[in-house]
């Protein structure tokens, strides 16, 4: 199995940043694309941000130029920078991640439980 850990949410004013990160561990073979979704109280989860093998990012439009995300191939960890924070940036977030455990033969989405961020005006 394979276990995807997201951790530094919290509580933040207008302006401020924040930097969350996600851990995969367990029976990881390895990893294609990792992305961050997330989901604001009452609405749909929604996709924020995604990282190709390769390293090349890509934004929805709502988060370009404040957000930034980032992976260490070495550690199985993928990162989210969110500076400007802003009210509808609250939801909770969620990593996920498309790769392979060992002796699989076909690729799966994994998802962590999410990290909860509050931003207060």
């Known amino acids: 199995q394979v276990q995807l850990v997201e951790s530094g949410g919290g509580l933040v004013q207008v302006g401020g940043s924040l930097r969350l990160t996600c851990g995969a561990s367990?029976?990881?073979?390895?990893?294609?694309?990792m992305s961050w979704y997330r989901q604001a109280p009452g609405k749909e989860r929604e996709w924020v941000a995604s990282i190709t093998p390769g390293g090349s990012p890509n934004y929805a439009d709502a988060v370009h130029g404040r957000f930034a995300i980032s992976k260490d191939n070495a550690k199985n960890t993928l990162y989210l920078q969110m500076d400007d924070l802003k009210p509808e940036d609250t939801g909770v977030y969620y990593c996920?991640?498309?790769?392979?455990?060992?002796?699989?033969?076909?690729?799966?989405?994994?998802w962590g439980k999410g990290t909860e961020v509050t931003v207060s005006s």
């Open positions: 996920n991640a498309f790769g392979w455990e060992f002796r699989a033969t076909t690729g799966s989405h994994w």
């Open positions: 367990g029976s990881v073979a390895s990893i294609d694309s």
